[in-house]
């Protein structure tokens, strides 16, 4: 607290910093409702992180992250249920992250919603949190990594996060797991699109889901020749998420990703590359409000005014550096 006190400000955006420490302590003594808040405060300001990390970063690290990820309606949802009820009965604790793509007043059901209102509800090794992906803008690189290391730091042995396959959005997940299930299936999305676009290479393991629909060996088969084609070792399994087949050996296959990745050293890279890359955002992040503020509120305007003048955005840019003094050449 001293610290704070000495070269920080008394509050961060609404919260105070001593309403941020009292939270913080409460989630090392293993507070899930000082951790729901802390969350709260971390998705809609990153600057209370900063203070999460000082206590929670040296106590991080246990907990194995799974994404999930895949075109919408493909029965993601559906099946993180499933492999939660999973890792359940091998007396794994697991923490969900659903990045929903709809909004709660929009009409579409959270997958938190359901989750909790589910089966786990009640089931104190079970802990699950939406994020509203509108919030996000660009925003799941910077706001999910601390929100999982609260979720770790809670101690669960399990973080399972959700996100939609849209376009490219597939890849912010590989940064902040350690090992992705790409779902797909036969008619939601077109598994062949994702193959052109090069988004299977961010399957660690693959899974055909609504398996009992017409076409689903087809689309299998197709993945396994995309990744073989791409030299790639990787598992393509069959799932029925609303039964729960196959589950258990998407389970299997994960546990067996992991594990071999911890005993390899492949598991400590990727954290580095990880944590490498999301160092860079939160720099990237701290100077662009750096030159904001070096213009205050001259900056909208003196950017219009270059353009208008018929400066070239580039000219303009290198003009704006000069000014703030980040001159000589990068
Ligand atoms: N036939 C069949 N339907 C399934 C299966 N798994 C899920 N579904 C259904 O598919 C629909 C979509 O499932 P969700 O789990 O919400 O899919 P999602 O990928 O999470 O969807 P978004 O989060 O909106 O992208 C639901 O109606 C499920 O009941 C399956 O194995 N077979
Ligand atoms: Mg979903």
Do not use: W
């Not at 992180?49 to 999930?68: C, F, H, K, W």
């Not at 786990?120 to 929100?147: C, N, T």
């Not at 598991?267 to 990237?284: N, V």
């Amino acid at each position: 607290l001293s610290r704070h006190a000495a070269d920080s400000p008394a509050a961060i955006g609404e919260v105070s910093i001593v309403e941020l420490d009292r939270l913080v302590h409460g989630v090392v003594a293993g507070d899930r409702r000082a951790a729901a808040r802390l969350m709260s405060h971390i998705e809609s300001d990153v600057d209370a992180l900063g203070v999460a990390d000082e206590a929670i970063y040296s106590m991080v690290g246990n907990a194995r992250v799974v994404g999930v990820t895949g075109p919408p309606g493909s029965g993601k949802s559906t099946l993180v249920g499933r492999i939660v009820s999973e890792y359940r009965a091998r007396k794994l604790s697991v923490a969900v992250l659903a990045v929903d793509p709809s909004s709660p007043d929009g009409g579409g059901a959270l997958l938190g919603d359901r989750l909790r209102m589910g089966q786990h509800a009640g089931d104190d090794g079970v802990f699950i949190r939406s994020m509203a992906a509108r919030d996000l803008l660009g925003g799941l690189a910077i706001a999910a990594p601390p929100v999982i290391r609260v979720m770790d730091a809670l101690g669960f042995d399990r973080i399972i996060v959700e996100t939609v396959g849209v376009g490219q959005s597939e890849f912010a997940v590989r940064d902040v797991a350690d090992c992705v299930v790409l779902v797909s299936a036969p008619g939601a999305g077109d598994a062949l699109q994702a193959m052109k676009s090069g988004i299977i290479e961010v399957g660690d393991i693959h899974v055909v889901n609504k398996a009992d629909r017409e076409g689903a060996v087809h689309v299998m088969r197709d993945i396994q020749a995309a990744v073989a084609r791409r030299g790639k070792r990787r598992s393509v399994l069959l799932s029925q998420a609303d039964s729960g087949a196959g589950v258990r050996e998407l389970v299997d296959s994960l546990e067996h990703y992991l594990s071999s990745a911890a005993m390899d050293g492949s598991h400590r890279e990727r954290r580095l590359r990880s944590l490498q890359k999301e160092t860079l955002t939160l720099l990237e992040r701290r100077a662009v409000q750096h030159i904001q503020l070096g213009f205050g509120d001259r900056f909208q305007a003196e950017m219009t005014e270059g353009l208008l003048e018929g400066r070239s955005p580039s000219d303009l840019a290198a003009h704006l550096a000069t000014q703030l003094g980040l001159t000589g050449r990068p």
